[in-house]
């Protein structure tokens, strides 16, 4: 939705794939991150007919950003 803007990246390196932390692999690095991303994998959740988010707070990230 964003074309000609620069794809926001978050900082860090990815986790070793012999060691993915627990939860969502993406909370030591995520700023959005909670409790229940320490512990709990995301489901993929159906966004739209065409769009799947595996965040347990996609609701709130879309709404940050307008959409
Ligand atoms: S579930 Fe979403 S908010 Fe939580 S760590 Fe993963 S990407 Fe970040």
Redesign the pocket.
């Known amino acids: 939705d964003h074309k000609g803007h620069q794809l926001y990246a ?1 900082k860090g390196l990815p986790p070793n794939l012999t060691h993915i932390p627990p ?5 030591p ?6 409790d ?3 512990t ?1 994998e ?1 489901p993929l959740y159906q966004v739209s007919d065409t769009r799947g ?6 609701r709130e ?1 879309l709404d940050d950003l307008g959409h």
Do not use: Q
Request: include cysteine; hydrophobic fraction near 35%; proline fraction near 8%.
């Open positions: 978050i939860g969502c692999s993406f909370h690095r995520c700023p959005l991150a909670r229940i991303c320490h709990d995301p988010s595996a965040c347990h707070f996609w990230c």
